[in-house]
Nanobody, 121 residues
């Protein structure tokens, strides 16, 4: 299974949409999520979608929206009102089995290669 996502460069206050598509798999993941890691910092939970429920990290609540097309095993992250502190490498992740806590990176089985998001001030 491979996960691929796209990032980019945007100005502060702007918007960007990340997408993550899974290939090589014919059945649904239980959950999918986004994590990010800035230079010199630990990997941070951003958002996750499990069934009909969505979860967000405190720093992105109200600005980011996660969605998923389960039939296509595709996930999106709409990022609005971007700030310079959102600059990081963003990783998409997917979990095969229902597990908790959804904010923990340990429960995700598959990871994308990471995509750079840079917010210029």
């Amino acid at each position: 299974v491979q996960l691929q996502a796209g990032g980019g460069l945007v100005q502060a206050g702007g918007s960007l949409r990340l997408s993550c598509a899974a290939s090589g798999r014919t059945f649904r993941f239980s959950g999918m999520g986004w994590f990010r890691q800035a230079p010199g910092k630990e990997r941070e939970f951003v958002a996750a979608v499990w069934g009909g429920s969505t979860y967000y990290g405190d720093s992105v609540m109200g600005r980011f929206t996660i969605s998923r097309d389960s039939a296509q095993n595709t996930m999106y992250l709409q990022m609005n009102s971007l700030k310079s502190e959102d600059t990081a490498v963003y990783y998409c992740a997917a979990a095969t089995w229902l597990s908790t806590p959804v904010r923990s990176d340990h429960i995700y089985d598959y990871w994308g290669q990471g995509t750079q998001v840079t917010v210029s001030s």
